[in-house]
């Protein structure tokens, strides 16, 4: 059976996550559902980060094994086309080969988190950003970050619901940026690593916003970080504005 590799770019904010659940909408069930309009035998599909719910993408990636081949833009279109009207997109289809796996051929993943500083509600942007009513000092929260980068025991920035094997890590980076914003700054912290612990990136901006705010010192987060204690983290900021942009393999399939 030919294997396709899909970039899919959503908006979590109707969805319970990407992982197909019972009773609950999910970026899985809608990508499956479309793919089995065109192919009523395919199965489960997998992806390279399973987002939670109200996280969203730029630059997911899933696989999925298909009964016939397809000429890869014909299959995005049709996809595309019967994911309507759900939030989702299929950027781009490549033909890949059967070892190809989204998840497990992955040697890095990327991504942003958007918190908007402002007074005034936000309106275009709403469930898109995190929000806060005060500013942040961008150079103390540059200074937090560093105690993060390289390979660490992150089990204080560890979800106590995670099934990963193991809290240890490798977090090659951590920019953070700011842009202006109508009636405020915009803060874009970008991260990468070859992989995430559930609800790492969410507990690190969190963290870092309290620095930010003066609540914390920049050294206190190596304190946190030394721990190993989920107690020393910082609160886990919401959802809404963390996005998977990238995912990246040993071969661009879509290059």
């Known amino acids: 059976m030919p294997r396709y590799a899909l970039k899919i770019d959503y908006d979590g904010g109707p969805f319970s996550g990407w992982q197909r659940q019972a009773a609950q909408p999910s970026v899985q069930a809608a990508v499956e559902e479309a793919l ?4 009523p035998a395919v199965g489960s599909i997998a ?6 719910a109200g996280v969203h993408a730029t630059g997911q ?3 999925c094994d298909l009964a016939r081949e397809w000429e890869p833009f014909r299959l995005s279109e049709a996809l595309n086309w019967h994911l309507k009207p759900a939030p989702v997109a299929i950027l781009a289809v490549a033909a890949v080969s059967d070892d190809f796996h989204a998840r497990f051929s992955a040697i890095e993943r990327r991504y942003l988190f958007r918190l908007l500083c402002r007074r005034a509600p936000a309106t275009h942007d709403r469930g ?11 150079e103390a929260m540059r200074a937090g970050a560093a105690f993060l ?4 025991d992150f089990t204080t920035f560890r979800s106590a619901m995670c099934q990963a094997a193991s809290p240890v890590k490798t977090l ?10 109508p009636g405020g700054v915009e803060i874009r912290f970008r991260l990468r690593a070859r992989s ?12 870092l916003e309290r620095v930010g705010a003066g ?8 304190r946190a970080l030394a721990a190993r204690d989920r107690a020393a983290c910082g609160p886990v900021c919401p959802p809404q504005g963390l996005y998977l942009t990238d995912v990246g393999y040993p071969a661009d399939p879509f290059a």
Do not use: C, K, M, Y
Request: hydrophobic share 45%; proline share 3%.
């Open 172 to 181: 090659d980076e951590i920019t953070i940026d700011t842009a202006p914003a």
């Open 215 to 222: 609540a914390w010192a920049p050294a206190d987060v190596g």
């Open 128 to 138: 898109r950003v995190w929000q806060v009513g005060h500013g942040l000092d961008v």
């Open 196 to 207: 995430f612990l559930h609800n790492q990136v969410r507990s690190i901006v969190g963290t």
């Open 36 to 39: 089995r309009r065109l192919d």
């Open 149 to 152: 980068i390289g390979r660490h």
């Open 61 to 63: 990636v899933a696989h």
């Open 47 to 52: 992806a390279a980060g399973r987002t939670d």
